[in-house]
């Protein structure tokens, strides 16, 4: 019997986004609870499956039997769980998918340890520093949650600035570079692109996009990568950026 995998987490969560579009190369059927068909991938690893368990923490879905599942994960999205393996942490299940097959090179083109440890260097940075002070500028600012972010003007300013600050820090790296490891994408192109997509569907308008075109021209090559236009059918780009004020909760 064909080994079967699941990912707990929703499509639009941007951390649930990279460990699908991390398992399109890998993995021969991937299966959406919100879609009617699956999404098949051409893929190396033939007969496994990776099922999609839906688990929305900020509306209340799931979150309580998800933790029930994942005492460690206090509710926090992705997990994944499959033959001998229960495992949560974004890196960690991105980092185990990716070793089960060394062909999709998501870990360095060329195999090295040193690219591996440049790879896992990159996500990070974008899982805990770039992810994280993001949302202090954008995800207070998002309507129709019952569990919202805490919301505070000055926080959010705060925040803004402070992802002003390092998107401008990345915007240097990527000028110098197509591929931020390597002569190929890897998890770190990846995870700095989705997580920059946030920014993008919510504060990141026109104006900031024109004044930075490095990271707009690394975003574009990697949503054009055959893994990510699979899972991720449309991004959406806001026209300017959402005003800080206090948003209304789901009833």
Not at 61 to 74: D, G, R, T, V, Y
Not at 130 to 156: C, E, H, K, M, N
Not at 210 to 224: N, T
Request: proline fraction near 7%; charged fraction near 20%; glycine fraction near 6%.
């Amino acid at each position: 019997m064909a080994p079967s995998f699941t990912i707990y987490g929703y499509d639009d969560n941007p951390r649930t986004r990279i460990i699908k579009i991390v398992v399109t190369p890998i993995f021969s059927r991937l299966y959406s609870p919100h879609s009617v068909n699956p999404t098949c991938s051409q893929a190396a690893a033939e007969g496994i499956t990776l099922n999609q368990s839906l688990v929305v923490p900020r509306k209340g879905i799931n979150k309580f039997a998800h933790m029930e599942n994942f005492p460690l994960s206090q509710g926090k999205i992705p997990a994944l769980e499959g033959p001998g393996i229960k495992i949560t942490e974004t890196i960690a299940i991105a980092h185990y998918l990716s070793k089960l097959n060394h062909k999709s090179h998501l870990l360095g083109s060329a195999g090295t340890l040193s690219q591996e440890s440049l790879v896992l260097s990159y996500i990070s940075w974008a899982n805990q520093e770039l992810l994280q002070t993001l949302s202090r500028w954008f995800l207070p600012l998002i309507p129709g949650f019952t569990d919202p972010a805490p919301y505070s003007y000055d926080a959010v300013e705060a925040g803004k600035k402070a992802s002003l600050s390092l998107l401008d820090r990345l915007e240097k790296v990527l000028g110098e570079v197509e591929w931020m490891v390597g002569d190929g994408p890897t998890l770190a192109d990846i995870f700095v692109s989705v997580v920059v997509s946030r920014g993008l569907q919510w504060v990141l308008g026109r104006e900031w996009r024109e004044a930075h075109p490095a990271i707009m021209a690394h975003f574009k090559r990697v949503i054009r990568w055959d893994p990510v236009s699979r899972v991720i059918l449309e991004f959406k780009l806001v026209e300017v950026e959402t005003p800080n004020v206090q948003p209304t909760s789901a009833a």
